[in-house]
């Protein structure tokens, strides 16, 4: 929706009560009241924050000065020129916590890639119903989309132990049967896209202790099959650190996620390390800079 503010400086309650239903207003205030507007966080010259709905799944909202107007964007299902009481109560949230508006913000729906906007301008066109069978259909043959799927709909937590104990031990059959018996390079690469495969998946759950264990013992994992492509780099030169690259990308967003404790990290990262026969995925002091103690 779009409320426009004729000078950014001078945007205040007033000026939302004035241009809002009174209803609207008054629900934005009993969530604001109830605690259902949770902390904020800036994005993209706006700000964004989660609003628990009753019994239904929380939304997110977006608020921001766009072209000095007040533009929001909400997971709810109102339409694109209504104000929702959850707009409502994250602007009055921000207006209250004396939040710096930026007169530059650009909304989440536009700061996308241009091809993402044009995919979207044409999912805009389906009918809910169509879309869901669509976005359903993808799903059911990409076990990443799946896995987005059900996170997003509330219906996956994040990965705990007795399943990543399984995973383990299907992670160590991938390894292990790649390189048993009458065994060529290629297999070596299918394996490890198998297994960086399972861990982009996992990268798509909310972090757990068990997600970050379970991607290092997967990254010693790899470690070993990367030795083979090392040592054939003729054929196989850049691979293996790009393949390593992805491996390390899901361990960094977990432990941005998850801020292990320093010291233990340091020294699984030492094991990890020490034991891998050529280079180990993981060893980029520099990525894990921030997660080193400081003390
Ligand atoms: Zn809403």
């Known amino acids: 929706m779009r409320l426009d503010v004729l000078m950014v400086v001078h945007f205040n309650e007033d000026m939302l009560a004035g ?18 507007v ?12 989660i609003v628990q709905v009753g019994q239904g799944h929380p939304v997110e909202v977006w608020v921001g000065i766009v072209h000095g107007g007040l533009d929001t964007e909400c997971d709810c299902d109102a339409g694109r020129d209504d104000l929702c009481a959850h707009a409502v109560a994250v602007t009055l949230a921000a207006l209250r916590s004396g939040f710096t508006w930026s007169s530059g913000a650009t909304p989440p729906s536009e700061a996308v ?6 995919l979207v301008e044409a999912a805009d066109r389906l009918s809910r119903r169509r879309l ?5 259909t993808h799903a059911s043959t990409d076990r990443r989309l799946r896995t987005r799927l059900l996170v997003e709909a509330g219906q996956l937590g994040p990965l705990a132990r007795p399943e ?3 995973l383990r031990q299907t992670l160590n059959a991938i390894a292990t049967e790649a390189t048993t018996g009458w065994w060529q390079m290629p297999d070596v690469v299918t394996a490890g896209e198998a297994i960086i495969s399972e861990l982009e998946i996992i990268s798509e759950r909310s972090a757990s202790m068990s997600a970050l264990l379970l991607v290092e013992h997967a990254a010693t994992l790899w470690d070993g099959l990367a030795a083979h492509l090392f040592d054939d780099w003729e ?11 992805r491996v390390r990308a ?15 990290l340091a020294e699984r990262l030492n094991r990890i390390i020490g034991s891998a026969e050529s280079v180990s995925c993981l060893d980029a ?11």
């Open 235 to 245: 054929h196989y030169e850049g691979v293996p650190e790009e393949m390593g690259a």
């Open 285 to 295: 002091p520099h990525d894990y800079a921030p997660f080193r103690n400081r003390a």
């Open 38 to 49: 949770g902390s904020f966080a800036d994005a993209t010259g706006g700000a964004t924050a």
């Open 250 to 264: 899901v361990h960094l967003q977990l432990c941005e996620r998850l801020q292990p404790d320093p010291d233990e």
């Open 113 to 118: 890639e241009p091809e993402v906007r044009e």
């Open 164 to 166: 990543a104990d399984q």
């Open 19 to 36: 241009a809002v239903d009174a209803e609207v207003f008054a629900a934005a205030e009993r969530l604001l009241a109830g605690g259902a």
């Open 132 to 136: 869901t069978m669509l976005v359903a």
